[in-house]
C-alpha cells in the first residue's frame, strides 16, 4: 500500500517563502501526474500547480509566477517552492498522486494536508 506524506508548512509573513514537499512510499511501480491542491476555511478545494510525468506544468492563475512545481523522480517526490506569500495564500495544502500499476492501472493518492499560513 503507498502513501504520501508532506512537509514544509507553517506561519509565514506576507511576502515570505516556504517550500513544500510530498514524498511517496510503498509498493509503487509509476508515478503519472503530481498536483498540489488548497482548500482555505469555507472554499472549495482548488488545484493550485500540476506536473505531468514528462514534466509540464500547469498553475492556477492566482499563482503563477510566484510558486513552482518540480519534481525528483527518483526520490517519488514533488515539490511546491511558493513566494511571494499572500495572506490569501492561507489554506491546507494537499499533494495528488496518480499511481500507474505494473499491469496499467491507475490510482489517486491524497497526502493528508499541511497547513499553510500567512499572517504578520
Known amino acids: 500500500q503507498a502513501q504520501l506524506v508532506e512537509s514544509g508548512g507553517g506561519l509565514v509573513q506576507p511576502g515570505g517563502s516556504l517550500r513544500l514537499s510530498c514524498a511517496a512510499s510503498?509498493?509503487?511501480?509509476?508515478?503519472?501526474?503530481m498536483a498540489w491542491y488548497r482548500q482555505a476555511p469555507g472554499k472549495q478545494r482548488e488545484l493550485v500547480a500540476g506536473?505531468?510525468?514528462?514534466?509540464?506544468?500547469n498553475y492556477a492563475d492566482s499563482v503563477k509566477g510566484r510558486f513552482t512545481i518540480s519534481r525528483d523522480n527518483a526520490k517519488k517526490t514533488a515539490y511546491l517552492q511558493m513566494n511571494g506569500l499572500k495572506s490569501e495564500d492561507t489554506a491546507v495544502y494537499s499533494c495528488?498522486?496518480?499511481?500507474?500499476?505494473?499491469?496499467?492501472?491507475?490510482?489517486?493518492?491524497w497526502g493528508q494536508g499541511t497547513q499553510v499560513t500567512v499572517s504578520s
Open positions: 495528488n498522486f496518480i499511481f500507474v500499476g505494473r499491469i496499467g492501472g491507475r490510482d489517486s493518492y
Open positions: 506536473i505531468t510525468s514528462d514534466g509540464s506544468t
Open positions: 510503498g509498493s509503487i511501480f509509476s508515478i503519472d501526474d
